[in-house]
């Protein structure tokens, strides 16, 4: 079983930044899959964010080159930094994890961009 705890989000101004922080219970070094969704109201879940085992990093279309995702081992802890935020990056946070056959994941931070 791996707990995850979201935290980071809060409002913000269009144009602002905000990281956000997945503490984990187990071991970044057991999860193949990394990954941070985002759930805007009333719309489905969506990937924004994947980070694999090799470093390698994928991107939603609309966040290329505005988020970044990362991880810190020593700390057991996923991040997802985002900058120049925009009112459609509004929605709460999700960040998700593949471990020993399971998928896991937490109960989200909510991001409010305002204009």
């Known amino acids: ?4 705890v979201e935290s980071g989000g809060g409002l913000v101004q269009a144009g602002g930044s905000l990281r956000l922080s997945c503490a984990t219970s187990g ?27 090799s470093g390698d990093a994928r991107y939603a279309d609309g966040v290329r080159g505005r988020f970044t995702i990362s991880r810190d081992s020593a700390k057991n802890t996923i991040y997802l930094q985002m900058n120049s935020l925009e009112p459609d990056d509004s929605g709460v946070y999700y ?6 056959g399971s998928y896991y994941g937490g109960q989200g931070t909510q991001v409010t961009v305002s204009s």
């Open 1 to 4: 079983q791996v707990h995850l």
């Open 27 to 53: 071991s970044i070094g057991s999860f193949t899959h990394i990954s941070w969704y985002r759930q805007r109201s009333g719309e489905t879940r969506d990937m924004v964010a994947q980070i694999f085992p």
């Open 95 to 100: 960040c998700r994890v593949f471990s020993r």
